[in-house]
């Protein structure tokens, strides 16, 4: 079983950067694709990045694509999620996801094994 805690959330000024981190406990980290995900109040949960288990292999979501940079450090159990030039709209809880079979497309839709609890970015015009 794997336990992941985000961190790093907090409020910024809109064209600030922010470095969020999930730290996992347990043996799958290393062999699990990992990504993250943002909910906005009133709407639903999206998908903003993924990565397979070495980290070569990244995909994101339309909106962030060109600020957010996914990455993942195996020998620390823990993968980031580098956003830059943030928008107001980037404003939303931000969960750090696993699964074990290493299927991010999978994990793009969402049917992941483990959630973080989340982390609050907040980005002010």
């Known amino acids: 079983q794997v336990q992941l805690v985000e961190s790093g959330g907090g409020l910024v000024q809109a064209g600030d950067s922010l470095r969020l981190s999930c730290a996992a406990s347990?043996?799958?980290?290393?062999?699990?694709?990992m990504g993250w995900f943002r909910q906005a109040p009133g709407k639903e949960r999206e998908f903003v990045a993924v990565?397979?288990?070495?980290?070569?292999?990244?995909n994101y979501g339309d909106s962030v694509k060109g600020r957010f940079t996914i990455s993942r450090d195996n020998a620390k159990n823990t993968v980031y999620l580098e956003m830059n030039s943030l928008k107001p709209e980037d404003t939303a809880v931000y969960y750090c996801?696993?699964?074990?079979?290493?299927?991010?497309?999978?994990?793009?839709?969402?049917?992941?094994?483990?959630w973080g609890q989340g982390t609050q970015v907040t980005v002010s015009s």
């Open positions: 996801a696993g699964r074990l079979d290493n299927l991010i497309i999978d994990l793009r839709r969402q049917r992941v094994n483990y």
């Open positions: 347990g043996r799958s980290f290393g062999s699990s694709a």
């Open positions: 990565c397979d288990r070495s980290g070569g292999i990244r």
